[in-house]
Every structure is written in C-alpha cells, then in structure tokens.
C-alpha cells in the first residue's frame, strides 16, 4: 500500500512535456555570419605600361629611352634589305609595296624627332638641376642603347624580324613632356638662367670737414661743351 502511495506521488511531480509550436509559427534562424568585403580593385589610371627594366625616375627613364631609340634608328640600314625581302615575300593581298617600305622611312623621321625632344628634356632638367644629373644621365642612356647590344652577334634576319616590329614605349613621349614642364618650373623656383647680381657698390665715405681757417674749396670748372670746337660758344669780349 505504501509503495503504491510513493508511487502516484512520483507520477505528479513528473514535469509534464511542452507541446510542439504549431507548424504555422515562424521559425527562428540564427543570422548568418557577416560575409567578407570584396577586395577594392586597383584604381583605373591612363599612365601607359612602364617597360621592365627601365629607370623609374624621369630623367633616367628620358635618358634610357634615347639610348634605346637610337639603337633602333642605328639597325636601319643593316636590316633594310632583308625587311625589304621579307616585305616582298609576305604580301598582304591588296597592299603596296612602296606604301608599305615608306612606313619604315618615316619612322626614321619620327624617330629622330623623339631623339631631339628626349634631348631638350634632359638638357632643361640638367640646366635647372642645383647638382650634375650628367653622369647619372649618361649611364641611363648606355642601359637603353644595350638593349640593342645582342642583335651585334644575331643573324641580319632575326634582327631584322625584331626590328619590324618594334615599337618606342608609350611612355617615352609622355615622360619626356613632363620632364621638360618641371624643368622649366624648378628654373624658375631656383632662378636658372638668370644673371646672379654682384655686390652692392662700397657707400663713398664723408669727406673730412676743413680745418678752421682754411680757405673754402674751390669749384670746379664745367666740363667743356660737346661737339667739334667750331660749333662750341664763342668767349665774350675780356
């Protein structure tokens, strides 16, 4: 009778189970975790491609680019006849010889003209320099002009396929330009070209005061007139 008893009490005092939420409650997830921000891409920029190896400075980048230029403008006459060969050998169906070989000739004209401006950009920027740019910018025009050095021991037709189809760095013109602009500003933040003035003139120093009872100074006579004596004033009568 007594575990009956101990036996009903147990059975209250189990915690009766919840009931299930009905199915048309809302169901509540965990929030997801924040995802990672996209990388930023690289802002866009129109400066051209910089050309391995070269100078990153201007003036040593002008410099190099004139001594890979005039490589270039010195194969010209090795390797024209056998671009001109290869250009008659390979003809584009419609095209023209001539006009083809002129695009050659007035590269040379081109190219010459980029020489002349790379050199009056580094002559500004060495004029306007306070210290000598000249050694640095002979050593940048020996790096360019190597480029150029190995074609001494190719065959004329290897030499000449790469001639045809090289072409100067975009950026060459481009840091020429503005290598020239900050010269001429830095000539006239430093005054390059410009005469230095020369020392102020010594003050006359005062005359000393006569001595007491001294005869005053005398004047000094006018100086004689100007022009040939018979067109001078003529004295008064004594």
Not at 41 to 62: C, I, K, L, M, N
Not at 155 to 178: H, Y
């Amino acid at each position: 009778m007594i575990a009956l008893v101990l036996a009903l009490l147990l059975a209250a005092q189990e915690p009766t189970p919840a009931s299930p939420p009905p199915s048309d409650a809302p169901q509540v997830t965990a929030p997801a975790p924040p995802s990672e921000p996209a990388a930023a891409s690289p802002p866009a920029t129109d400066e051209p491609p910089w050309p391995t190896g070269a100078p990153r400075d201007d003036y040593g980048f002008v410099g190099w680019c004139y001594g890979i230029l005039e490589g270039y403008l010195g194969q010209h006459d090795r390797v024209m006849p056998d671009v001109t060969r290869i250009e008659k050998t390979y003809r584009r169906p419609g095209s023209s010889l001539a006009d083809d070989l002129k695009v050659y000739a007035d590269q040379q004209v081109q190219g010459r003209a980029h020489l002349a401006a790379f050199n009056a950009a580094l002559q500004a920027a060495e004029k306007a320099s306070l210290s000598s740019l000249r050694p640095r910018g002979e050593a940048a025009i020996a790096k360019g002009r190597a480029v150029w050095a190995p074609a001494a021991n190719l065959p004329t037709r290897t030499v000449a396929q790469q001639w045809m189809g090289w072409t100067l760095p975009q950026a060459c013109p481009v840091t020429a330009d503005r290598l020239k602009a900050n010269a001429a500003l830095m000539g006239v933040a430093f005054g390059a070209g410009t005469e230095t003035p020369g020392p102020a003139p010594a003050p006359e120093a005062p005359k000393p005061a006569p001595a007491e009872g001294a005869p005053p100074e005398a004047p000094l006579e006018p100086p004689p007139a100007e022009g040939p004596p018979a067109l001078r004033e003529a004295p008064g009568p004594q």
